[in-house]
């Protein structure tokens, strides 16, 4: 059949591997497994490092049983490899060509076959000489192929095909007897580490009691080893049929009080493995169920009820049990599935609760709504409206309360979107007012610092920002408020930036008129006028020039002195700009000429 896979799947399928080697095999946590699928074979890589010691027998015979354990690959044609991390290829390999599993006749001593193993090759090598003989596929080859519509001469995929494979990995327990002296002893070398089962009998040997003893030691291990319902029923059909055996030894014998605790052995266990197949059947049952949908409360419960009689036998197996390997995966699977039903039980029971909860809350909304008078009285009804409607969104088709929530959606979503709206109105009203007065708040701490130019600007975006307020919000009353003393704050710090602005061009004035050629003054200003003083230079050219009028510098005197009279009115004109008295002195602080305000 064609292999058709997820990416997923294969992922699955190697982290399950991987925790069943970790059951089974004391070194398993340093293994790393990997599937793929080509050309409708699956393809599974066991990768360990190099110092680690591998039974390949082991890990195969493991990984054998886990697929045949699992519905989806028991009919599924395997190539298996295990190579040493950081290796290019493999050093082992085998085939197999999963079927249904049989179990032997009686005679055989319980040894189990295990269908379509086959080996490619008949011999087996090491790593150490894997170079020579195998194929330069790489270790990239083994990952997700999908199934392609290939025809039947194409070749098929193996990227390890030169990989020796190894024998079988479950070779046949052999029984051999053994005579010592008159009495017959009956001697079985057992598969399962070598116990030797000898019991004396009156005349004759106990064939009954050594199949009993056999089984006994050998059951956990056959136990253990299931993967699946149908082979721990194997395994109860042999504990039954040993058990009924021994009834036939009769009460005198002097056999028949250890008949007797190997049937009560035997029975216990029979017992154990019937409770948990009954209960895993019970488990098949309600995992069947749960594929179609539930059409009522009572039919969900009845699914619950089957998980609790599927978990209760299963929670009792304990740690040191031989069964609790086969039930610890599908105990949690249980479990989980039990959460979900009870889940859903909960859901269903809650439906017809919710419906009702948001008929009440919708009438809270409306009442709300009628007599809103603030912004967080219209947020609290949109808050209503919205829980509503979340509550009867959520309510499902498969819900007896769809139909009638369906129809108050259809009645409540216009009054959410009305409450909406007049909530957003008044946020931003809300959110502008605040903003008007935060701005008013730093134009005032501008105007503290003099910094009038920047409390100007905030002066008149706090009033422009007010003035935006809506006129039907609830904060406009308050807006309005503060036009009027936010429009005479801007008023003033503009006048304040003008006497300002007119200082600094003053200022500046006087910086050109004191400088021609040479420093001729300094000044400063204050709020008793401009006070200009001339410099020592310039007054020492003004007293040189006027102390030689003969002298050949005659126009220079003369020009000194007009200069002194320019310079005078210069003054008095930034004087009369700044509307400031002026106050005029040599270099010796000898007052030269002097203007008041309005003189």
Request: charged letters at 20%; a neutral charge; glycine letters at 4%.
């Amino acid at each position: 059949m064609k292999v058709a896979v997820q990416q997923e799947d294969l992922q699955l399928l190697a982290k399950t591997l991987q925790e069943q080697l970790l059951v089974e095999v004391p070194l398993a946590g340093v293994f790393q497994v990997k599937c793929a699928v080509n050309k409708d074979e699956l393809m599974i890589l066991t990768q360990h490092p190099s110092d680690v010691t591998v039974d390949a027998q082991t890990i195969f015979a493991v990984i054998e049983d886990a697929l045949q354990s699992l519905a989806p690959y028991r009919e599924q044609r395997v190539q298996c490899f295990l190579r040493v991390f950081g290796e290019q290829l493999p050093y082992a390999k085998r085939f197999l060509a999963l079927k249904q599993r049989t179990e032997l006749n009686e005679g055989d001593l319980g040894i189990w076959a295990s269908g379509g193993i086959r080996e490619e090759d008949t011999g087996t090598r090491g790593r150490g000489d894997t170079e020579s003989s195998f194929p330069t596929s790489s270790s990239s080859a083994l990952t997700y192929f999908p199934s392609l519509d290939e025809t039947e001469d194409e070749e098929v995929f193996d990227p390890f095909a030169d990989t020796p494979s190894l024998p079988p990995s479950k070779p046949t327990r052999q029984v051999k007897p053994i005579f010592v002296g008159v009495a017959l002893v009956g001697i079985v070398v057992l598969g399962l580490g070598g116990y030797l089962l000898t019991r004396p009998c009156v005349m004759s040997e106990c064939k009954e009691i050594q199949i009993a003893e056999q089984l006994k030691t050998e059951s956990p291990q056959l136990i253990r080893r299931a993967k699946s319902e149908k082979d721990l029923m194997a395994v109860h059909q042999r504990l039954t049929t040993a058990s009924a055996a021994l009834s036939v030894i009769p009460s005198w014998s002097p056999r028949y009080q250890m008949s007797e605790e190997l049937k009560a052995s035997l029975s216990g266990r029979s017992e154990k493995i019937s409770q948990v197949v009954k209960a895993l059947q019970t488990a098949s049952l309600a995992a069947e169920k749960i594929k179609a949908p539930a059409r009522s409360l009572e039919e969900i419960q009845a699914r619950q009820h089957l998980w609790r009689q599927a978990i209760a036998p299963l929670e009792a197996i304990t740690p040191n049990s031989e069964l609790y390997p086969l039930i610890q995966a599908k105990l949690f699977s249980y479990r989980i599935s039990l959460h979900a039903v009870n889940q859903q039980i909960q859901t269903e029971e809650k439906w017809l609760k919710k419906l009702a909860a948001a008929k009440d809350v919708a009438n809270t909304a409306e009442s709300r709504q009628a007599s809103a008078k603030s912004l967080k009285d219209w947020q609290k009804v949109q808050s209503n409206w919205q829980v509503v409607i979340n509550a009867l969104r959520v309510i499902p088709q498969t819900s007896p309360a769809y139909e009638e929530a369906q129809n108050l959606l259809l009645e409540y979503k216009p009054k959410l979107a009305t409450a909406r709206d007049r909530a957003t109105k008044e946020q931003l009203a809300a959110r502008t007012y605040q903003q008007a007065v935060s701005t008013a708040n730093q134009a005032k701490v501008y105007q503290q610092q003099n910094q009038w130019q920047a409390a100007a600007t905030y002066w008149e975006q706090a009033l422009e920002t007010a003035k935006k307020v809506s006129q039907d919000s609830l904060y406009y009353t308050q807006a309005q408020s503060l036009i009027e003393p936010y429009s005479t704050a801007l008023k003033q710090a503009q006048e304040k930036l003008q006497v300002v602005s007119d200082l600094q061009q003053t200022r500046t004035d006087l910086e050109k008129t004191c400088v021609n050629g040479i420093q001729i003054c300094t000044f400063s200003m204050g709020n008793g006028g401009i006070i200009v003083r001339l410099t020592r230079e310039y007054d020492q050219l003004r007293q040189n020039s006027s102390a030689n009028p003969d002298s050949g510098n005659s126009d220079t005197a003369v020009d000194l002195t007009n200069h002194l009279q320019i310079l005078q009115e210069a003054l008095a004109v930034i004087s009369d700009n700044a509307n400031l008295s002026l106050f005029l002195y040599d270099s010796q602080s000898q007052v030269i000429y002097t203007r008041t305000l309005g003189g």
